[in-house]
């Protein structure tokens, strides 16, 4: 079974530019959750999408925003970027959403903003 | 607030040696405790889960416990091997019925030939 995959791995964009990432799940699992990992603040929850429907947001300002489509396809859009958004943005899926789903990750991409 | 805390920050050991990361949190209500292993600019790969009544689990050479009482956990590594260089996250799960998990801050390890 083909593992959690993200698109583009590598990323360099410029301040004020958007930006939309993408992650496709592991098949049959239907809950996709993204984070944000920096050297200085680690790995922070973004939001959690299950069933196309935004079940759990992290303490993100409204730049960052995501959605999920009908195959379980997740994007994450980052707009106006700042330079504290170079980071490395992970998505993981699992078969469900709950507490004792496990999640498996993605490689991660690599954005950087100059 | 709930807080994940890993000690040491980072850690040098020579191959084939044992070594034992500590993971203390707060968070409440608790769900399960997992330990994480990451590759550089790799994501997290799951090492083990555990539940509230769960002390002690194994994955080959990795053993993580937990004491629910003092809410401390700790994965040992045994025989360490050079593909044992990594960061070790442990991740507590709030028990919310969602996703939500609490990072702790990671333990940078590297093993030395």
């Known amino acids: 079974k083909a593992g959690v995959t993200q698109t583009p791995r590598y990323l360099i964009k410029t301040r004020g530019q958007q930006v939309t990432l993408s992650c496709s799940p592991i098949s049959g699992h239907r809950s996709v959750s993204w984070y944000q990992q920096t050297p200085g603040q680690g790995l922070q929850f973004l939001f959690e999408y299950f069933s196309e429907t935004q079940r759990n947001k992290g303490n993100f300002p409204g730049r960052f925003s995501g959605r999920q489509f009908s195959n379980s396809r997740s994007e994450m859009n980052v707009s106006t970027l700042e330079l504290g958004d170079s980071a490395l943005y992970l998505c993981?899926?699992?078969?469900?959403?709950?507490?004792?789903?496990?999640?498996?990750f993605g490689p991660g991409t690599r954005l950087t903003v100059l | 607030k709930n807080q994940v805390e890993q000690s040491p920050q980072s850690l040098i050991i020579l191959e084939g040696k044992n070594c034992t990361l500590q993971?203390?949190?707060?968070?409440?209500?608790?769900?399960?405790l997992r330990w994480y292993k990451q590759d550089t600019g790799r994501g997290p790969v799951s090492l083990t889960i555990m539940t509230f009544s769960e002390n002690t689990k194994s994955n080959g050479r990795y053993t993580a416990t937990l004491d629910a009482d003092t809410k401390q956990s700790s994965l040992h590594i045994t025989a360490s091997q050079l593909s044992d260089s990594a960061s070790y996250i442990c991740v507590v799960v709030e028990n919310t019925g969602f996703q939500k998990l609490v990072f702790g801050t990671g333990t940078r390890l590297l093993v030395s030939p």
């Open positions: 993981a899926s699992s078969l469900a959403s709950g507490d004792y789903n496990e999640q498996f």
């Open positions: 993971c203390n949190y707060t968070v409440s209500p608790f769900s399960n």
